[in-house]
């Protein structure tokens, strides 16, 4: 359980040149408690590393998570691509465990020319059978697919609580910038993120609320969704602010996760607007 608003970088610092085991202490450093490992083109990481990176994030209070693979597609055309998007979960997974990571985030899948309904049973299928092997080998990592910001993708907030609400051992990945490109800038006032928190609570209760994992960048976006991620400040979309009243209004400690292109300089951004909405527990 997140114990307090918990702030890092999708990767390593910007100006952290070390390896990854080490991360931990330079963001604990800045004033960070958040970290997430970027296994996005692969989870290459030993899993000697990986253990080290571990026992440093708990010496340095640091919350680690761990971003699978982009080449997950559980709803592919392609048999086996689906086969392999199960291993390649698993294997973050594993290796997330070993890094003490707390979550494992992931893109579920693209509709690939299925109809939506199709594209979704087919992820709870593939990732039912992915949580029900973690179990079997006594892996705890929570499982979090994340919504997505290409409208080719499956992951919608209604289809991430969907999976949620269908496999156990998960929970959902919430990525603010994905929901906001997807939906055509749908967050520019505190009664949108409130009615994020909401439709969460109401589809899987108010833990799943309480310690939500997010991520948080500004978006440029097109008709098609998601285009790229920006500095924030660069044109104040999404904004952070309503979002830091709402969560400090409401009591709530998510994880969230920069995943600007300055990283952990944005985490602090976030973290000043935080704290001069109110919140005092870092
Ligand atoms: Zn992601």
């Known amino acids: 359980m997140a114990d307090r608003i918990r702030l890092g970088p999708a990767g390593n610092p910007q100006e952290y040149s070390g390896s990854s085991p080490g991360a931990?202490?330079?963001?604990?450093?800045?004033?960070?408690?958040?970290?997430?490992?970027q296994g996005t083109r692969g989870v290459r990481i030993s899993e000697e590393n990986a253990e080290k990176l571990g026992e440093n994030a708990e010496q340095y209070g640091v919350w680690t998570t761990i971003h699978g693979q982009y080449w997950i597609n559980f709803a592919s055309q392609d048999e086996e691509t689906r086969e392999k998007s199960k291993e390649r979960l698993f294997k973050a997974a594993r290796i997330g465990s070993l890094m003490n990571a707390r979550q494992v985030v992931f893109h579920p899948a693209y509709y690939s020319d299925r109809s939506e309904g199709e594209a979704l049973e087919l992820t709870i299928e593939g990732v039912s059978e992915v949580v029900e092997r973690l179990k079997d080998e006594?892996?705890?990592?929570?499982?979090g697919p994340e919504t997505t910001g290409k409208r080719t993708q499956l992951g919608s907030l209604e289809e991430i609580i969907r999976i949620c609400q269908e496999v156990p051992r998960t929970a959902p990945t919430v990525d603010f910038a994905h929901i906001h490109a997807r939906n055509n800038g749908a967050l520019e006032e505190k009664k949108d993120y409130l009615g994020v928190f909401e439709q969460i609570e109401e589809g899987l209760g108010a833990d799943a609320v309480k310690n939500l994992h997010t991520h948080f960048t500004e978006v440029k976006y097109t008709e098609k969704g998601e285009d790229k991620h920006l500095t924030y400040g660069s044109e104040s979309s999404p904004p952070f602010r309503p979002l830091a009243e709402v969560i400090v209004e409401n009591g709530y400690t998510p994880i969230i996760i920069s995943e600007s292109p300055i990283l952990d300089k944005d985490a602090l951004r976030f973290k000043e607007i935080l704290e001069d909405a109110g919140y005092e527990d870092f």
């Open 24 to 37: 931990p202490e330079f963001i604990s450093g800045e004033g960070l408690s958040a970290y997430e490992y």
């Open 138 to 143: 006594g892996i705890g990592s929570l499982v």
